[in-house]
C-alpha cells in the first residue's frame, strides 16, 4: 500500500505540460504515430551511379546523385501472362550483367529468415517470362554467374532451369521432409549460422557446390496452431538441443558438364560443422568452412574440385568460441584474401595469400572491426565499420591494403551504417543518435557528404510535440570495479528532491548491447511514455557485452547468466543508492534473452528487484538449441553446475517481487516450453505470478494487435507492481 500512496503523491510532479502531448501505447502499436521514416535497401546497379528500387508493381531507376527517376525498368503489368504468373511480385533481384530479372510473389515464410513462394524469371531483352517450379512453392531461387541457369531447392532437393530451353533439371533426388535436405539450412543452422541458403554457383557458373543436411536422427520438436477446428493442428519440426544429435552434415559439387554428383573430402565429420561455403575465383577452388562441436576450432578448408583433393588453407582455434561471419572476401588475383579475426583479443582486418599465410594485418588497436563492407580492388582499399571511438558508437573507415591510410568517413558521433555501391564511388549512410531518428545521406568514397536522402526532420518535430526526454549516458562499476555503460530517461520535470521507482531494460546475451548512440524506434517511445509517467527508465551492458574486445564478451563462458545478473544486481543497487531513486521500487524488462536476464534479476536479487517482466525467456539452457547453448556453455555432462547454478527454473522459490511471464506458444525458437517449466516450479514452490500466453505466436508476439496487447499489459502490470 506504501507504494501507491508515494505514487500518487508524487504524481503532480509528473504532469506533462499543456504543450506536450501524452503518449499512449496505441500511438506507439496501433496508429504508429512515432513511425521513423526509411529508405528502402539499395538495390545498386552495377554502374555504381544508379540503383533501383521496387513501386507497387514497378522497378524503377534513380540516378544516386541526384535522386532523380531516371526510367522504369519493369513494369509488371504490360509483361505477358505465364502460367500462374497474375503480374504482381513482391520481390525482384537482377542477374550479373541485369539482362534479366527474377521476381518472387506468394511469399510465406517457413522459419525466422526462410521463405518459399512462386518465382518468375523475366528476360529483359524479350520480355519473356519464364515460371520456375512447376507451379509448386519453391526457395532460394539464385542466378548463375553466367546467367544461364537458376538453381533452387524445392521439397528438399537441388534443382536448376536452363533459361534458354525452359527445362528443369533435378540434382538430388533424395529430400525428404524432417529427414534429408539439400541445399538449404535446417532450422539450426539458419537460426543460429544466419544462413539459410546452403549452395553456391563456381565462377563460372558449370558447377553448383551444396551441403546436404541429414536430420533423421535429430529429435522432433511438436508446436501447437490452434486454428478453430475441433482438433489443433500439430507443427513438426527437428530442433536439435544440448547434447543431443545434430544434423549429419556434407558437401557435395555437382557438374553441369559431366551430370555427376561429386562428394568432398572433408575428413572425420563426426559432430562437426560446416556453416559456410565458398568458392574463390579459381573455378575449381571451393572453401569449406569445418569447425568442431564445441566451436573453438575453425578450419577454411580448400577443395579442388577438379582433382578431388583437399587442404587447409587457414585454421583458428580459441580458447573460448569462435563467432561465425561473411566477412570472407576471395581477391581476383587469386592469390589473396580478406579476412576478420579476434585473434589478437580485437576483432581485425587481416591480408593473406592463398598459401594461408598472413600478408598485412590491415586494422589494430584495443577496439573491434564490427562490420566488413568490401575489398575495392580497383583502388586497393578495404572499408569497413568500427568502434575505435566508443564501444557505444560506430564509424565508418577505408583503409590501404598495406593498412596504411586510414580515415574515419563519418566522424560525426552516434551510430553510421553503411551500404556502398558496386564500385565503391559511393555510399548511402544511415546515422542516428540515441536522441535523434535516422538520417539517410549519399557520401562519396572520401566521406563528402552528396546529398541528403531523408533526415526525418517531421519525427524531430514529433518528439518536441510529445515532450522526448534527453537519453542521457553514463557508467556503473560492478562489484569487481569494472566501468559498465549505461543509459537513462528521465521523467518530464524531474526533481532530484523527490524520489522515483525505475525500470531496468535488459537484453544482456553474448556479444550485444542496448547501450549504444543510436536511435531506439518503438521501445524508445515506450520508454517515454513511461517516463511521463513518473518512471527513471535505465538500461546497463553486463559483462559479456560487446564491442569491447575478446576478454569483456568472451568472460561469461560456460556461466551464461551469472556474471551478467550479477551486473545487473549491482546496477539495481548503485541506482536505488541515488537520493532521487525510490530503491523499494525497481523494475526489470527484457525479452528473449533479455526475458532471461529479467527471470535471473528478481530472483537472485529478490533483495532490489521488485517487480520483473520476462518475455519468451530461456529458463534451462538444456531446452534451447544445440549450436547456440554449446557455443557458450558446452553440454550439460560437460558443466553440469553452469547449467545448474544459472538456470530461473532451479530459483523459483527465491520469488519475493511480481513476476510477469509471457511466452508465445509456437515460438519455434524459445520454446513455450520454457514458460511452462517455469510456470510449474513457481506453483511447486507456492508462489504468485501473473502469466500471459500469446496462441500461435511466435518468438516476436506479433500480428492481430498482440504486440499493443502484450504492450498494454505490461504497461498496466508496470503501473500497479511497480
Not at 561471419?325 to 576483432?347: A, C, I, P, Q, Y
Not at 558443466?639 to 527465491?654: I, L, M, W
Request: with cysteine; charged share 25%.
Amino acid at each position: 500500500m506504501k507504494y501507491s500512496i508515494l505514487f500518487l503523491l508524487c504524481l503532480p510532479a509528473f504532469f506533462v505540460s499543456a504543450q506536450t502531448k501524452s503518449i499512449s501505447v496505441e500511438d506507439i502499436w496501433k496508429d504508429y504515430t512515432f513511425y521513423a521514416r526509411s529508405v528502402p535497401g539499395f538495390n545498386f546497379q552495377k554502374d555504381g551511379r544508379h540503383y533501383s528500387r521496387k513501386e507497387e508493381n514497378t522497378v524503377v531507376q534513380y540516378d544516386l546523385l541526384t535522386g532523380a527517376k531516371t526510367k522504369v525498368l519493369l513494369d509488371a503489368a504490360s509483361l505477358s501472362s505465364v502460367d500462374g504468373f497474375d503480374k504482381t511480385f513482391s520481390r525482384y533481384s537482377f542477374s550479373s550483367n541485369e539482362d534479366k530479372m527474377l521476381l518472387a510473389s506468394d511469399l510465406e515464410s517457413i522459419y525466422r529468415h526462410s521463405t518459399k513462394g512462386h518465382f518468375y524469371v523475366l528476360d529483359q531483352k524479350t520480355n519473356k517470362v519464364i515460371p520456375l517450379g512447376r507451379k509448386q512453392k519453391i526457395s532460394l531461387a539464385t542466378f548463375s554467374p553466367d546467367e544461364k541457369k537458376i538453381a533452387f531447392v524445392r521439397d528438399n532437393n537441388l534443382f536448376s532451369t536452363d533459361l534458354a530451353s525452359g527445362e528443369t533439371r533435378q540434382i538430388t533426388y533424395d529430400g525428404k521432409t524432417n529427414e534429408i535436405i539439400n541445399g538449404m539450412a535446417d532450422w539450426v543452422y539458419e537460426e543460429e549460422f544466419g544462413k539459410t541458403k546452403a549452395f553456391a554457383w563456381s565462377p563460372n557458373g558449370d558447377q553448383l557446390a551444396f551441403i546436404r543436411f541429414d536430420e533423421t536422427e535429430v529429435r522432433e520438436f511438436i508446436m501447437t496452431i490452434h486454428k478453430d477446428d475441433a482438433y489443433p493442428e500439430y507443427q513438426k519440426f527437428k530442433y536439435p538441443k544440448v547434447g543431443e544429435k545434430n544434423s549429419e552434415v556434407s558437401v557435395h559439387v555437382f557438374n553441369f558438364n559431366t551430370g555427376k554428383v561429386a562428394k568432398v573430402d572433408l575428413g572425420d565429420m563426426t559432430d562437426k560443422y560446416v556453416p559456410r561455403i565458398k568458392w574463390t575465383h579459381d573455378n575449381n577452388g571451393l572453401v569449406v568452412f569445418k569447425m568442431n562441436r564445441h566451436q573453438n576450432n575453425l578450419k577454411l578448408l580448400l577443395a579442388d574440385t577438379k582433382m578431388g583433393t583437399t587442404k587447409t588453407l587457414l585454421e583458428e582455434t580459441n580458447e573460448y568460441y569462435i563467432d561465425i561471419t561473411d566477412d570472407l572476401r576471395f581477391l581476383k588475383d587469386k592469390n589473396h584474401f580478406v579476412w576478420t579475426s579476434e585473434k589478437s583479443g580485437f576483432n581485425h582486418i587481416y591480408l593473406y595469400d592463398m598459401n594461408g599465410k598472413m600478408v598485412n594485418q590491415l586494422t589494430n588497436g584495443n577496439y573491434d572491426v564490427t562490420r566488413l563492407y568490401g575489398v575495392d580492388e580497383v583502388n586497393k582499399m578495404v572499408y569497413f565499420q568500427a568502434a575505435e571511438q566508443s564501444p557505444l558508437e560506430r564509424q565508418i573507415y577505408s583503409v590501404d591494403m598495406d593498412g596504411k591510410n586510414k580515415k574515419n568517413l563519418t566522424p560525426a558521433a552516434g551510430t553510421n551504417s553503411a551500404q556502398f555501391s558496386s564500385t565503391f564511388d559511393y555510399f548511402v549512410n544511415t546515422f542516428s543518435t540515441a536522441n535523434t531518428p535516422p538520417t539517410f545521406t549519399v557520401y562519396d568514397r572520401t566521406g563528402k557528404e552528396v546529398r541528403v536522402i531523408e533526415d526525418n526532420k517531421a519525427l524531430v518535430k514529433v518528439q518536441e510535440t510529445y515532450g522526448a526526454q534527453k537519453v542521457n549516458f553514463f557508467k556503473i562499476k560492478n562489484a569487481t570495479g569494472d566501468d559498465l555503460n549505461a543509459w537513462s530517461i528521465k521523467p518530464p520535470n524531474y526533481d532530484v528532491s523527490k524520489k522515483y521507482p525505475v525500470l531496468m531494460y535488459v537484453y544482456g546475451g553474448p556479444g550485444s548491447q542496448t547501450v549504444n548512440n543510436s536511435y531506439g524506434y518503438s521501445n524508445y517511445w515506450w520508454f517515454q511514455m513511461l517516463a511521463q509517467k513518473g518512471y527513471i527508465v535505465v538500461s546497463v551492458d553486463n559483462r559479456g557485452t560487446g564491442a569491447r574486445g575478446e576478454k569483456f564478451k568472451k568472460m561469461t563462458y560456460q556461466q551464461l547468466g551469472k556474471y551478467e545478473t550479477e551486473d545487473q544486481i549491482a546496477a539495481a543497487k548503485y541506482l536505488a543508492s541515488l537520493p532521487y531513486v525510490d530503491g523499494d521500487r525497481i523494475g526489470i524488462f527484457g525479452w528473449s534473452y533479455g526475458g532471461y536476464m529479467s527471470s535471473l534479476a528478481i530472483l537472485k536479487g529478490n533483495d532490489v528487484f521488485k517487480s520483473a517482466i520476462a518475455v519468451a525467456p530461456v529458463t534451462n539452457w538444456k531446452w534451447y538449441d544445440s549450436i547456440y547453448t554449446e557455443r557458450y556453455m558446452r553440454t550439460d555432462d560437460e558443466n553440469p553446475e553452469g547449467y545448474k547454478e544459472n538456470s530461473p527454473v532451479y530459483f523459483a522459490d527465491q520469488l519475493k517481487g511480481n513476476y510477469l511471464l509471457v511466452h508465445g506458444n509456437a515460438d519455434d525458437n524459445v520454446h513455450f516450453q520454457n514458460s511452462a517449466e517455469m510456470a510449474k516450479a513457481l506453483i511447486k514452490a507456492n508462489k504468485q505470478f501473473d502469466t500471459y500466453f500469446y496462441p500461435n505466436r511466435n518468438h516476436g508476439i506479433y500480428g492481430d494487435n498482440a504486440r499493443l496487447h502484450l504492450y498494454n499489459k505490461m504497461t498496466s502490470f508496470l503501473m500497479e507492481k511497480l
